[in-house]
């Protein structure tokens, strides 16, 4: 492979990928706030009027989460603007992680890797915003950055400990946002000692550093639970609730390792992979990490347990990484047959690496443009339709006499964007009406019949959504309520059925799609 082509090709695939990337930024800028965005937003506006976290709002969601979500709207608005711009700065800032990870292999890895994920991450649509586990990944490329940075010191130059400390911190705000990366931090601690040792380097300082910046984040998480007086909610919640959680509409095993690669990343996994085992001394102790990376984000998808295309996002992003590193240095270095596997021809490996930069610009980075462009954000019928109901039903009268009976999607974005509290702190109704038996869905089911009696909503909304996958289900379904026939006989004793809307395109369309959801309206008897 000469020098030329390969000058050729990344000068064509780097102005490619930044197109589409100014593109997809152009074309997207107006994407409205909604799906777990919107939870988070409506989370954090229950604080702002009294409500506790944990304690009188049901959400499994970590500290950090919430933290973050406050900061940005206290600091900048809650609106959908705020967010895009939000989820926008987290790109950027993967992006500029990247390039301090490849700064010494190249920048045009970098550039392949930070626009992938970024438009990998559009493909998945409006819907994905600001996902913790992008705030996640996130935190991981600067911990990694900071780590590469701190190590990589020539013989007369001394490492930096201090970096390893801010490594430390940002794997462990990574692991507050979600806990299956909690042990990411050590292990790499492990292989940047034993890499220190071999050059004769000092390392302790650095395991203790790493370890101090660690509990900083952890420490503080805690004073803040302290302060709000909720630290036995929290861990009620962490050891009850999430478990219970999980259960919840999980995939099979089976099903997870299928789709632990999406169908758009797995070309360039497939022409990288081949890199990998016929290269000699392939492994590094960077790369070495790097794969750490990749198998903790793996491990992630699996903990969750859901397969949501953003649970992905750690194993994509250091995926990318690998293999735009080891594309370019195939393609600058054109390995010798001394570097190869015995019987390997030293054409292959460029050719491979070549076919990967091609198929990643192009069908990768220019499809999950399109992808994105093709987003049908425009349509909002729940929201205006729920909206002009809630109006008619009383407005902004309605603050804490409506609750919704929903999962992510659907009534509780409407109700942040009128700004109206409900009656109790459930923002999810899977806790309750879940056909998954436990003792967490019958304290959750007590814990709302004693706050919907003691307080009675004068309206509830119930959407289509359940907790059960979406195959296996109708889109416009109501059968959940029958699952707790206590509360089942309540509303059809306290409350007839006012209203039930399904967005007329879903009609019009004839999509099994459960996207835009369907809903009931069921108002008090005594309000006619």
């Avoid at 900061?71 to 608005?77: E, P």
Wanted: glycine content about 6%; aromatic content about 12%; proline content about 6%.
């Amino acid at each position: 492979m000469s020098d030329r082509s390969y000058s050729l090709t990344r000068t064509l695939a780097s102005v490619f990928l930044v197109g589409c990337l100014l593109l997809f930024v152009i074309r997207t800028w107006h994407w409205p706030l909604m799906g777990d965005a919107a939870l988070m937003h409506y989370i954090f506006f229950l604080m702002d009027h009294g409500m506790a976290p944990y304690r009188d709002i049901v959400d499994p969601n970590m500290p950090t989460t919430l933290l973050i979500e406050g900061a940005v709207m206290h600091l900048f608005g809650g609106d959908s603007l705020t967010w895009r711009l939000f989820d926008l700065f987290l790109l950027a800032v993967s992006a500029m992680a990247m390039f301090v990870i490849c700064k010494p292999y190249s920048r045009f890895a970098a550039l392949f890797a930070a626009s992938l994920f970024a438009l990998i991450h559009g493909r998945d649509g409006l819907i994905e915003l600001g996902q913790r586990d992008l705030t996640m990944t996130v935190s991981l490329l600067i911990a990694y950055a900071f780590l590469f940075t701190g190590l990589r010191a020539s013989p007369s130059q001394t490492t930096k400990p201090w970096m390893t400390a801010l490594f430390g911190i940002f794997c462990s705000i990574a692991a507050t946002i979600k806990p299956s990366v909690l042990f990411l931090a050590p292990t790499v601690l492990v292989f940047a000692a034993i890499t220190l040792r071999r050059r004769n380097r000092p390392f302790v300082a650095h395991i203790v550093s790493g370890l101090l910046g660690m509990l900083i984040p952890i420490l503080l998480i805690f004073a803040w639970l302290h302060h709000q007086h909720i630290v036995s909610n929290f861990l009620q919640t962490l050891s009850q609730l999430l478990p219970y959680f999980l259960l919840l509409g999980a995939r099979s095993y089976p099903h997870l390792i299928v789709h632990s690669i999406s169908s758009t990343m797995l070309p360039v996994v497939l022409l990288w992979l081949p890199i990998v085992f016929l290269k000699k001394d392939w492994i590094t102790w960077e790369r070495a990490s790097l794969l750490v990376a990749v198998l903790f984000g793996l491990a992630s998808f699996y903990l969750q347990k859901k397969g949501f295309p953003y649970h992905r996002y750690p194993s994509e992003a250091f995926l990318l990484l690998l293999a735009g590193i080891d594309f370019t240095t195939i393609l600058q270095t054109n390995p010798a047959p001394s570097q190869l596997r015995p019987n390997v021809s030293n054409r292959l490996l460029p050719s491979l690496a070549m076919a990967g930069v091609i198929i990643g610009a192009v069908f990768i980075g220019g499809g999950s443009t399109a992808h994105a462009l093709w987003q049908d954000w425009h349509n909002q019928e729940f929201d205006t339709m729920l909206r002009a109901d809630l109006n008619h039903l009383g407005g902004q009268s309605l603050a804490n006499r409506v609750q919704c009976l929903d999962m992510a999607d659907g009534c509780i974005p409407t109700l942040y964007n009128m700004r109206l509290v409900q009656t109790t702190g459930f923002i999810y109704d899977c806790y309750m009406l879940s056909a998954q038996p436990g003792p967490e869905r019958d304290h959750a089911r007590e814990a709302f019949w004693q706050s919907i009696t003691k307080n009675p909503p004068s309206i509830f909304v119930v959407s289509s959504n359940d907790c059960d996958p979406p195959t296996a289900r109708p889109a416009y379904d109501y059968k959940k309520i029958a699952r707790w026939p206590q509360f089942n006989d309540y509303l059809n004793a306290n409350y007839h059925l006012d209203v039930e809307r399904i967005p007329p395109h879903m009609v019009n369309s004839g999509s099994s799609s459960s996207k835009p959801l369907g809903y009931r309206i069921y108002v008090q008897n005594n309000l006619n």
